[in-house]
């Protein structure tokens, strides 16, 4: 076996290993998500036992939430690596940077379910404002990934060009969805599960659009 077939072989068994700790590590941060559910759970002794369940309704929502959205992180972690054909010393690094931010999602989650008072926007805030930070990791690891030579050379280029605009425009969406925090959680909340879905939708039609000759 040729010297650059062996270093394609052993990239390969990286890339493999890399998508194995990731794949990890967000099993575990889903399963963090879940702890102010249960560990912190501190009902107090009372006849009204619904109600003092009701109470945590907020910690409920920020699970809820959280989850839905880690999820989505995942299945876009997913489909990126499934296109990459091996990795290099960069692309672990970004990976790692992206992890960091996977791993911290679960600190603003819990800071989001126990502090609801009203007129307080710092925690949807600092929630947004991680996801955010968080998206731009993504978006980052394509865009590494697709200028060095990390891509399958046999995917369409089209489908690249909608990957590339999806990238952008997901982390366009929840820079909005800062700017929405303050607005309460709701706002926020349209913002990732309504408003992404449709404009990215929109995005790549209008590209799709561009593209047919006239």
């Known amino acids: 076996m040729s010297k ?125 404002a991680s996801l955010t930070l968080t998206s731009l990791t993504f978006t980052a690891t394509w865009m590494y990934a697709k200028s060095h030579g990390l891509v399958d050379p046999s995917l369409d280029e089209e489908l690249s060009r909608e990957m590339t605009t999806r990238s952008f425009v997901t982390s366009a969406v929840f820079v909005v969805s800062i700017g929405a925090a303050y607005l309460g959680l709701l706002a926020a909340v349209l913002c990732w599960m309504v408003l992404l879905p449709l404009v990215r939708k929109a995005v790549v039609r209008m590209q799709r659009a561009r593209a047919v000759p006239a």
Do not use: K, N
């Open 4 to 128: 650059s077939a062996e270093d394609r072989d052993q990239s390969s068994y990286d890339l493999d290993r890399l998508v194995v700790l990731c794949d990890g590590v967000f099993a575990i941060v889903i399963t963090l998500l879940v702890l102010p559910l249960t560990a912190e759970v501190d009902v107090p002794p009372t006849d009204d036992l619904m109600g003092a369940v009701f109470d945590l309704w907020p910690r409920v929502v920020s699970f809820a939430v959280s989850f839905l959205v880690v999820g989505q992180f995942w299945i876009v972690h997913h489909r990126l690596y499934g296109r990459f054909t091996r990795c290099d010393a960069g692309l672990i690094r970004i990976a790692l940077l992206s992890l960091l931010t996977v791993c911290f999602l679960p600190f603003p989650a819990a800071l989001l379910g126990e502090h609801t008072e009203a007129g307080d926007e710092f925690p949807v805030v600092f929630y947004a």
